[in-house]
């Protein structure tokens, strides 16, 4: 799974209509809906605000709107590309000003799925994954035996806290997680302790 990293826009034009994409990163449902007020502030004389989502990756909530378009030619169309592309996190709108011609339905889906697909050739995203996320604390004098176990289990750093002691959080990948505590308890004698918290998805 990925997400992106910043929000991407451009206008596509059909028979007269315009259709202006918006694809952009979102945490949850209030940040998405946050997202599209003001967008839909910035176009009040639109005809249509059409718009998907893809958010909670551990529990992948879906949902799209046609906003007055004919069932299924709008907001469907808008989800299935953020599926194709496998985003989640992540939030999609179009917005239309009518031209004067119809397009009909299949031309609708085009226009609208259109609209996004042309955004995502080639942003930049962020790799979504599964993790087992560590804490570890430890004196100062064993640096190098935490730089030594990161390179050995491949942990990616998340955060780090200096004090009288250093504190930081690590992404292990899952298969690793179970080796990597066996390896830890090996090291209490050192004055390093860990916790090993709940598996979760990151953006990494």
């Not at 952009?24 to 007020?37: K, P």
């Not at 592309?85 to 999609?92: C, E, I, R, S």
């Not at 609208?112 to 955004?119: H, N, S």
Request: charged share 25%; with cysteine.
């Amino acid at each position: 799974m990925k997400s992106i990293q910043k929000t991407v826009s451009d206008t596509l034009r059909e028979l007269g209509s315009k259709f202006i994409g918006f694809v952009f990163y979102c945490e949850n449902e209030s940040s998405f809906h946050d997202r599209l007020s003001q967008i839909k502030k910035k176009y009040p004389d639109a005809s249509h605000h059409c718009y998907a989502y893809r958010i909670h990756p551990q529990n992948m909530m879906e949902f799209s709107s046609d906003d007055g378009e004919p069932s299924g030619t709008a907001g469907l169309p808008i989800l299935n590309q953020l599926r194709s592309f496998d985003l989640v996190n992540t939030g999609a709108v179009v917005v239309r000003y009518f031209g004067g011609t119809k397009l009909g339905k299949s031309g609708l889906i085009q226009a609208y799925g259109g609209a996004i697909e042309q955004l995502l050739d080639e942003p930049d995203f962020s790799e979504i994954q599964l993790i087992h996320p560590f804490v570890i604390e430890y004196s100062y004098p064993e640096e190098n035996n935490i730089k030594l176990m990161t390179l050995q289990f491949e942990l990616k750093e998340l955060e780090s806290k200096y004090s009288d002691k250093v504190i930081k959080h690590f992404a292990c990948k899952p298969e690793m997680s179970n080796e990597l505590e066996v390896y830890l308890r090996g090291l209490e004698y050192k004055g390093i302790t860990f916790q090993r918290k709940e598996r979760t998805f990151e953006i990494i």
